[in-house]
């Protein structure tokens, strides 16, 4: 079984930035590609990016390309999402999600997911 914890988030003005983390545990955490999604109130749950096992490929949502990067650090345990030039509808929740894999998989295809944590950007 393997576990994710969120976290990172909070209220920041439109402009700032913030990191999040989401920490894995339970398996060998350097096999699993890891992605960040996002749920705004009312709306579907959408793939914001994802980091394959070594960190050497990466894919991202076009609303969130050159503001967001996502990072691993395999020692840690812990994949990093940084959030630059944050905008008002980059509020949301925000989860991480895992897959034992050796590309990105699909939006549809993980199967850990964590619990999420609250971003709020203000105007």
């Known amino acids: 079984q393997v576990q994710l914890v969120e976290s990172g988030g909070g209220l920041v003005q439109a402009g700032g930035s913030l990191r999040l983390s989401c920490a894995v545990s339970?398996?060998?955490?350097?096999?699993?590609?890891v992605a960040w999604f996002r749920q705004a109130s009312g709306e579907e749950r959408k793939f914001v990016g994802a980091?394959?096992?070594?960190?050497?490929?990466?894919d991202y949502a076009d609303s969130v390309k050159g503001r967001f990067t996502i990072s691993r650090d395999n020692a840690k345990n812990t994949v990093y999402l940084q959030m630059n030039s944050l905008k008002p509808e980059d509020t949301a929740a925000y989860y991480c999600?895992?897959?034992?894999?050796?590309?990105?998989?699909?939006?549809?295809?993980?199967?850990?997911w964590g619990q999420g944590t609250q971003v709020t950007v203000s105007s």
């Open positions: 339970g398996r060998t955490f350097s096999y699993y590609a």
């Open positions: 999600a895992a897959k034992y894999s050796g590309r990105i998989p699909g939006p549809n295809e993980y199967n850990y």
């Open positions: 980091i394959n096992w070594s960190g050497r490929s990466t």
